[in-house]
Nanobody, 124 residues
Framework: QVQLVESGGRLVQAGDSLRLSCVVSGRTFRSAVMGWFRQAPGKDRTFVAAISWNGETTSYEDSVMGRFTISADNAENTVYLQMASLKPEDTAIYYC?????????????????WGQGTQVTVSS
């Protein structure tokens, strides 16, 4: 059974940096596509970033481009989201997602497995 467990979310100040982690178990990390999505209160879950298992392909939502960096550690079956210059509008629950379809995409419908989420709150 595939499990995704996120960690690293917390309360930070605007301008701070934060790193989220997502550990994958139950299936080989090889050939996985990992994504980060976020959901703010009262809003839909939206795409943040995605990466292929080998790190060769990445994709970012426009508003986080240049501030957030997604990376993957194959040895640890872990994907990271390094967030810098955080803004109050980045406040959301951040979800890790995975697919083995070979598609690096921001379309959440292509992701088959989801974690429980980790809360990131950015105060002004």
């Amino acid at each position: 059974q595939v499990q995704l467990v996120e960690s690293g979310g917390r309360l930070v100040q605007a301008g701070d940096s934060l790193r989220l982690s997502c550990v994958v178990s139950g299936r080989t990390f090889r050939s996985a596509v990992m994504g980060w999505f976020r959901q703010a209160p009262g809003k839909d879950r939206t795409f943040v970033a995605a990466i292929s298992w080998n790190g060769e392909t990445t994709s970012y939502e426009d508003s986080v481009m240049g501030r957030f960096t997604i990376s993957a550690d194959n040895a640890e079956n872990t994907v990271y989201l390094q967030m810098a210059s955080l803004k109050p509008e980045d406040t959301a629950i951040y979800y890790c997602a995975a697919n083995w379809r070979g598609v690096v995409s921001g379309n959440r419908n292509l992701y088959d497995y989801w974690g429980q989420g980790t809360q990131v709150t950015v105060s002004s």
